[in-house]
């Protein structure tokens, strides 16, 4: 279909086969038909209005009248076939250009990042400092990843997105984020993984104990329990067994995270705030505060439109301008960075208060000196 991501293509597969449905015409079939551009125009027509009167009916939203237009384009996209969109349009229902989700808060992220699945921590801290998609996480490994120092300290971490596809670009991540990731990979390798340029930022979930690691060797064999099996299991050998963990199964695990932690509380089909596109959110309503929002679209991924050919920086200036966003950008109170950073504002009130205060004795001597203000009476020698 001509999709990069997999949800998407999902979406789009399944709008598509409706209109295929529709026209009862497999895709060769309705390429080789839709030569014939009046006639796919009013086939085209035909379903759209069927969908928005169901739309009017409150069957569906009007956002999903517009996923079957997109569905139907994409593949005419594909195969040649012209089509006016602006008259197919013109039969679609107003709908939605945002969505009514929030972005989460620091409190929120700050319960995920605390969950026992080290995971949870790792995709938290660094969806949330960088921006990134979700999708993204199916190319990053452990060589794109590149640790940031400044006067002996990691300050930053470079993340190289889409590593050779020709939507490739970079962004930076937090030094929290960097810590948790670099302690997860250690974790890892502690256990038995070999890890390498290669390895991917998160895999399946592997057993540590002997008694998971034989319990888990009894199931796979298919034998019946024997309580044996507890002294001989070998977990070490389920963590070189490594596998990426894809899309689906790293929402998965978000998600029973938030259950866990009580950020989900209804069975319902949309939240206040999206499980993974609200990390998104948070990256981009905080680094704003701080950073050019240039720079901020830079690293999230965005063409800035006719500015690409004009608005050009420098990776240095944009990991000075990301440094000032850190402290926005960390969740867990007890990171160096928030300490540094209520350091400098204690600092920096203090300093306000000594100048207000002496502006004030300042203006004081002045009125006294002026008969404004009555001096005051000296006290006599105590005997």
Known sequence: MGVKAEKTWVGYSADFRRFLDFVKLD????????????WFEQQTVDFLWIQRQR????EVTANRVWNYEKAIKCFCEMNDVLVNWRKMERTLPSAKRHGDDRTYTREELEKLARCPDPRVAVMVLVGASSGI??????????????????DGRVVAAKL?????????????????????????????????????????????????????????????????YDEGLNQKGTPHLFAKDVRQLNEGAARNVLERAAWRVGLRLE?????????????RKFFKSRAEQIMKPANVEILMGHSLGVSDSYYKVTEGQLLADYVKAIPLLTVLPESPELKVQENEREVALQTQYQDVKRTLDELITYLRASGVLPAIPERAPQS
């Not at 309705?30 to 009046?38: G, I």
């Not at 739309?55 to 409150?58: D, F, G, Q, V």
């Not at 993204?136 to 940031?148: S, Y």
């Open 160 to 224: 190289i997105v889409y590593a050779g596809e020709p939507e490739q670009y970079f962004s930076f991540i937090s030094p929290e984020a960097w810590r948790a990731l670099k302690g997860y990979m250690d974790f890892r390798s502690v256990h038995g993984e070999t890890i390498g340029p290669e390895s991917p930022l998160l895999r399946t979930r592997f057993l540590i104990s002997v008694r998971e690691a034989s319990i888990e060797e009894m199931q796979r064999s298919n034998k019946k």
């Open 27 to 38: 895709p060769d079939a309705l390429v080789e038909r839709a030569q014939d551009r009046k």
């Open 133 to 150: 998609r979700f999708g993204a996480w199916k190319w990053l490994r452990w060589k794109h990843v590149q640790p940031v120092e400044m």
């Open 55 to 58: 739309a009017e009916a409150k």
């Open 267 to 279: 069975l319902k089909k949309r939240h206040e705030v999206r499980i993974t596109h609200g990390l």
